[in-house]
């Protein structure tokens, strides 16, 4: 059975950082693509940033460019997001999810871990 | 690019049919087969329920459906049943690693 777990968030000031993580289980971790996809209160989702199975290909929505790294350690099934130079627009809850194949839909996510930037 | 337009809430009686529309542009929705829809119970991990426009996985019924028209999308629920009472978002790939994601649809069951 998949399974995708996040955790690492909370509540934090602007400008601060913030690591997130995604445990993944029950699939073949070190050949998958992944994302990192938000949702803000009240809003649609939006993808955050993709890694490759291997990590040598990333990509990174324009609003976390620069702020934002993906990584992962397939020895250990683990998916990380590293968040700094947090901003209030950045509230939000975080999951990762698993690309079936390059254009695919996402057949796997998490749960979620909420992020909330505020003084 | 700009989220996918879904309705923000249907509603229908068990047994019903109810459809959700998601709108885009030729940059994403009309420009590729690859909409996938997404049912979301609040607090629990959203589940694949179509994708390539109208395909479903092995574990989801034939009540689902979808389709696609031009830069819009549908989700079709026929034989509305209590358990389908969730939030309901599309999304479409939208060329390079970009994905657009509609702005979920709550469907309730009366």
């Known amino acids: 059975q998949v399974h995708l777990v996040e955790s690492g968030g909370g509540v934090v000031q602007p400008g601060r950082s913030l690591r997130l993580s995604c445990a993944a289980s029950?699939?073949?971790?070190?050949?998958?693509?992944m994302y990192w996809v938000r949702q803000a209160p009240g809003e649609g989702l939006q993808w955050v940033a993709f890694?490759?199975?291997?990590?040598?290909?990333?990509a990174y929505a324009d609003s976390v460019k620069g702020r934002f790294t993906i990584s992962r350690d397939n020895s250990k099934d683990t998916l990380y997001l590293q968040m700094n130079s947090l901003k209030p627009d950045d509230t939000a809850t975080y999951y990762c999810?698993?690309?079936?194949?390059?254009?695919?839909?996402?057949?796997?996510w998490g749960q979620g871990t909420l992020v909330s930037v505020s003084s | 690019q700009s989220a996918l337009t879904q309705p923000r809430s249907v509603s229908g009686s068990p047994g019903q049919s109810v459809t959700i529309s998601c709108t885009g542009t030729s940059s994403d929705v009309g420009g590729y087969n690859y909409v996938s829809w997404y049912q979301h119970h609040p607090g629990k991990a959203p589940k694949l329920i179509i994708y390539d426009v109208s395909r479903r996985p092995s574990d989801i019924p034939d009540r689902f459906s979808g389709s696609k028209s031009g830069n819009t999308a549908s989700l079709t629920i026929s034989g509305l049943q209590a358990e389908d009472e969730a939030d309901y978002f599309c999304c479409s790939y939208g060329g390079s690693y970009n994905y657009v994601f509609g702005t979920e649809t709550r469907v309730t069951v009366l």
């Open positions: 999810a698993k690309l079936t194949v390059f254009r695919g839909p996402f057949d796997y």
């Open positions: 029950g699939f073949s971790f070190g050949t998958s693509g």
């Open positions: 890694t490759s199975y291997d990590g040598t290909n990333k």
